[in-house]
C-alpha cells in the first residue's frame, strides 16, 4: 500500500518544551488513521506540522510523495483540513463560507455547486445554508467546519477533533458519512478525544503522549498489547485519598484511579495482588461495596501508557 | 479568478459591516449637513459681494497691457470689479477705506524686466487676514500665477513666476467655496481615513475567526490573498466616497466641478494610502482594539492639522498631513488652482501611499505568512 503521509523523526521545540519527540509516523493511502492524546501531547502541533502551520526544527514531512520543504502548492488542492478551532466567516451565510473557499480551490459552476450542496449533506446542514453561522450552536458551527474541509472533495483530509460538542445523532451522522467518505477512497487523519468514535472509525492507531508516539498499531494490536494488564474496579464508599498512594505502592500495579467512589487499578497480569489492594481500602477505612474484573478499552490503554486517563 | 474571488468575499464582508457603513456614509452625510449649515455664517458675506480690486498699470513697456486687457476680460470680471486708479496712492487709499480689498500695481519697469528674463514683478498688496479664506487665496493665487504666465507672458519668455506676486492674495469671491463646499470635502477626507479600519479587519480578522488556517492550507499564494484584500477595500473606500460626493452634490449642493480624472485619482490614491495606514497599524498592533485607537488618533490629528477645525490655520504644520495634499489637489481642481500645485500635491501624496504601502507590505509577509 503506497504511503500517502509520512513523517520522520520530526522535532518541534517550543522554547523549553518538547512538543514533537522523534515522530515518526507512516499513514497508508486509503486508511482511517487515529491519533489519540491526552491534552497537549501535540496531536494539533503535529497537524500543523503537517500542514506547515509550524515550522519544524528537525525531520521531514512528507506529503503525497514529496517532501514539505521543496512541494509545490499543487499539493495543498488534495489536502482538507478541519481545524481544531471553529474557522469560519460568521458574517457569511453558510452557503458562502462554502463557495469562498470551494472557489479558492478553483472550483466553477455547477461542479462547485455539487460539491457544496454534498459538503452540506455530509453535516446535515444543506436546509441551513442560507443561514449565518453567527447564530448556529456550537455543534452546528463544528458541522460546517467540517464541511468547508470537504467542499474540494480532497484524498487526504485531516481532522483535528472534528465532533467536540457535537450532539451523539449527529455525531452518528457525520461518523457514517466519514466512513462512506473513506470507502470512496479518502484518506483520513482523525484525532480524538472520543475512544469510542477512535475504536469504531479508525483500523490504525498512534497513541501520542509528551510529543512521543508511545504505541502504534491496529485495534488488535492494541488490544493484545493491553492484555498483558488487568484491571480491577471496585464501588466504593467512605473514601480518602490515602488509598489512592496506598493502592499504587502494592506491587504490580501499573496505575491506579480513583473517580467518585470508584476504583480502577490496572496492575500487570498474574501478580495476584488482589489482596494487598483490598487491604489499603480497608485501611482507608473505605467500605467495598462491589467488585469486577473488567474488560479492558483503548480507554485503559491509555490509562496504562500515559498514565493519565484520555478526558484529564 | 481566485483573486477575484477574493476581492468579492473581501468586498462582500466589508459591505455587510453595518457599523462601518455607518462611520463610512451615515455619518459624513449628516457632518456635512451640520458644519454646512453651522458654519455657513463664516463664509456667507465673501459670498455675496464681488470683490474689488483696484489696479494701477505704471508700466512703460508694452507687456502688461495683456495684463490689462486679461484683468478686463469676462472670465476675470465675473469674479473681480478692476476699478483703475491714477496713482499708486490713490489705489493704497481705496485698500485703507476698504473700497477696495486689493491693490495691483505694475511699476514702470516691468517690461524692462521681463526683457532681462531675470524677473518681473507685479506689486500686490491687500489687508484680508481671515485665515481660512488665506488657504483658499493661496490656491487661487496659484491659479493667477499660471493664468498670467499663460495667457500674457506666454511660456515661450522662459519666465520664471514663482516669485511674481510680492505678497498673498486677491480675493475671487463668487468662486470661494461656501461652507457646504469645505466640509464637503473636508469630511470626506476625514471619514475616508477611517477607512482603514477595513484594512485594519483585513489583517486580524483571519486570525480572530481563525480562517488562516484555511488560507494557509489552500492553494492560493499570500500574496493573492493580501493584493485581493487590499483590492477589495480600496474598491469598497472608492464606492463609499463616491456616495458621499454624489450625495453633498445632488441633495446638498456641494460644488465638485472640476476636472472629474482628477478628482477621481485624487480620491484613489487618497483610499490606497487609508488602507495601507490600516494594514500597517494591522501589522503593528498586536490587537485590533488598540490598531483601531491607534487609527482614531491619527485621523484626529491629520484631520486637525489639515484645518478640520475650520478656522485655525496650521501654517507648515498642515503639511505632515496626507489630508492636505488631498485637499489641496480637490480645491486646486474644482477652484482653479494652478496645475503645478495640484500636480505637485498629487505626487506628494502618491509618495506618501507608496511609501507607506510598501511599509504594510513588508509587514505583510509577517500578517500573511
Ligand atoms: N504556539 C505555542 N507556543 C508555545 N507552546 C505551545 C504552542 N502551541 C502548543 N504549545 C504547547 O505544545 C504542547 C502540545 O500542544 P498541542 O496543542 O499540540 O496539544 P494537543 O495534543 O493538540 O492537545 P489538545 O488535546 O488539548 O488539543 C502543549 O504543551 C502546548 O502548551
Ligand atoms: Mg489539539
Keep these: 500500500m503506497q504511503i500517502i503521509l509520512e513523517t520522520k523523526d520530526v522535532v518541534k521545540r517550543y522554547n523549553g518544551l518538547l512538543a514533537l519527540d522523534n515522530v515518526s509516523l507512516r499513514i497508508p493511502e486509503g486508511c482511517i488513521f487515529g491519533l489519540i492524546g491526552p491534552n497537549g501531547a501535540g496531536k494539533t502541533t503535529l497537524i500543523n506540522a503537517i500542514i506547515s502551520m509550524t515550522k519544524i526544527d528537525s525531520g521531514e514531512i512528507m506529503v503525497f510523495g514529496q517532501s514539505l520543504d521543496t512541494a509545490d502548492r499543487e499539493f495543498k488542492a488534495k489536502l482538507g483540513v478541519v481545524p481544531q478551532e471553529i474557522a469560519l466567516y460568521d458574517d457569511l451565510s453558510v452557503y458562502q463560507n462554502l463557495d469562498f473557499f470551494g472557489r479558492l480551490y478553483g472550483l466553477r459552476g455547477i461542479k462547485l455547486k455539487e460539491n457544496i450542496k454534498e459538503a452540506l449533506e455530509f453535516v446535515d446542514l444543506w436546509e441551513r445554508r442560507n443561514d449565518s453561522p453567527k447564530r448556529f450552536s456550537g455543534g452546528m458551527k463544528r458541522r460546517l467546519n467540517i464541511a468547508c474541509a470537504l467542499v474540494h472533495r480532497p484524498e487526504l483530509v485531516i481532522m483535528d477533533e472534528p465532533t467536540v460538542g457535537i450532539d451523539p445523532q449527529s455525531r452518528n451522522h457525520i461518523l457514517a458519512s466519514i466512513r462512506r467518505l473513506n470507502e470512496n477512497g479518502t484518506t483520513i487523519v482523525y484525532t480524538s478525544h472520543y475512544m469510542d468514535e477512535v475504536e469504531q472509525l479508525c483500523a490504525d492507531i498512534a497513541i501520542l503522549d509528551h510529543g512521543r508516539v508511545i504505541a502504534r498499531g491496529t485495534k488488535e494490536q492494541l488490544a493484545d498489547m493491553v492484555a498483558v494488564e488487568e484491571k480491577l474496579v471496585m464501588r466504593l464508599s467512605g473514601t480518602s485519598y490515602t488509598l489512592l498512594d496506598c493502592v499504587k505502592g502494592v506491587q504490580g500495579v501499573k496505575a491506579a484511579k480513583l473517580e467518585s467512589n470508584r476504583l480502577t487499578v490496572v496492575s500487570r497480569i498474574r501478580i495476584n495482588n488482589i489482596n494487598k489492594i483490598i487491604d489499603c481500602v480497608l485501611d482507608a477505612g473505605a467500605i467495598i461495596e462491589g467488585i469486577n474484573m473488567e474488560r479492558l478499552t483503548l480507554g485503559d490503554v491509555f490509562l496504562t501508557l500515559t498514565g493519565r486517563s484520555l478526558r484529564d | ?298 485621523m484626529l490629528f491629520f484631520s486637525i492639522i489639515a484645518g478640520a477645525l475650520g478656522n485655525t490655520d496650521m501654517g507648515k504644520l498642515a503639511r505632515l498631513s496626507p489630508n492636505y495634499y488631498a485637499k489641496t489637489a480637490l480645491f486646486g481642481t474644482i477652484y482653479g488652482g494652478s496645475p503645478d500645485a495640484i500636480h505637485s500635491s498629487i505626487l506628494v501624496l502618491s509618495l506618501v501611499t507608496l511609501t507607506v504601502f510598501t511599509a504594510a507590505l513588508a509587514l505583510g509577509r509577517r500578517i500573511t505568512a
Design chain 2, 1 to 298: 479568478m481566485k483573486l477575484l474571488t477574493i476581492i468579492y468575499y473581501s468586498a462582500l464582508r466589508n459591505l455587510k459591516d453595518r457599523r462601518m457603513l455607518l462611520i463610512m456614509l451615515i455619518m459624513p452625510i449628516i457632518l456635512i449637513a451640520i458644519l454646512g449649515m453651522a458654519l455657513d455664517s463664516m463664509f456667507a458675506p465673501r459670498q455675496i459681494e464681488k470683490s474689488s480690486v483696484a489696479y494701477l498699470n505704471a508700466d512703460i513697456g508694452p507687456s502688461s497691457n495683456q495684463l490689462t486687457s486679461y484683468l478686463a476680460s469676462e472670465q476675470v470680471r465675473t469674479f473681480i470689479n478692476v476699478t483703475p486708479v491714477t496713482c499708486f496712492e490713490a489705489g493704497q487709499a481705496a485698500l485703507d477705506s476698504g473700497s477696495a480689498e486689493a491693490f495691483i500695481y505694475v511699476p514702470p519697469d516691468f517690461s524692462q524686466n521681463l526683457m532681462r528674463t531675470e524677473g518681473a514683478r507685479i506689486h500686490l498688496h491687500t489687508s484680508l487676514q481671515t485665515p481660512l479664506i488665506k488657504g483658499f487665496l493661496s490656491n487661487y493665487v496659484d491659479a493667477q500665477n499660471s493664468a498670467l504666465v499663460v495667457t500674457t507672458m506666454g511660456a515661450p519668455l522662459g519666465f520664471t513666476y514663482h516669485d511674481y506676486f510680492d505678497e498673498a492674495a486677491i480675493s475671487l469671491e463668487g468662486k470661494a467655496p461656501r461652507a457646504i463646499d469645505y466640509y464637503s470635502i473636508q469630511t470626506l477626507l476625514q471619514v475616508m481615513l477611517m477607512g482603514g479600519w477595513y484594512g485594519i479587519s483585513s489583517v486580524k480578522d483571519d486570525g480572530d475567526m481563525n480562517t488562516h488556517v484555511r488560507l494557509h492550507t489552500a492553494p492560493i499564494s499570500p500574496w493573492t490573498h493580501l493584493l485581493g484584500k487590499v483590492l477589495a477595500n480600496v474598491v469598497v473606500l472608492c464606492l463609499q466616497s463616491s456616495v458621499v460626493v454624489i450625495f453633498s452634490k445632488y441633495v446638498y449642493g456641494a460644488n465638485w466641478s472640476g476636472n472629474a480624472l482628477l478628482i477621481v485619482s485624487t480620491l484613489l490614491v487618497f483610499s490606497i494610502l487609508t488602507i495601507s495606514i490600516g494594514f500597517l497599524m494591522g501589522g503593528l498592533f498586536k490587537e485590533s482594539n488598540k490598531a483601531f485607537g491607534a487609527l482614531w488618533c491619527l
